[in-house]
């Protein structure tokens, strides 16, 4: 599924991938408030906390 970053989410370990907001993310895989994707814009792939207090995702049909 495609969600898009609210907020921005800074790197603190090598697995995890810089959004920003209104970055659009395909989220492959998710657990225990952790997404793993694709950030859309960058190519990049990583990890992303979906509870860190930096980063709140929404769906497309969403508003930013």
Partial sequence: ATHFAVEDFCVRHHDEIFLQKGDQIYVETEKDGWM???NL???KQ???D???A???LQGVSGEL
Avoid: P, Q, S
Wanted: proline residues 0%; neutral net charge; without cysteine.
């Fill in 50 to 52: 979906r509870l860190d």
């Fill in 41 to 43: 814009r960058t190519g």
């Fill in 36 to 38: 793993e994707g694709t």
């Fill in 54 to 56: 930096g980063i709140h």
């Fill in 46 to 48: 990583g990890f992303a």
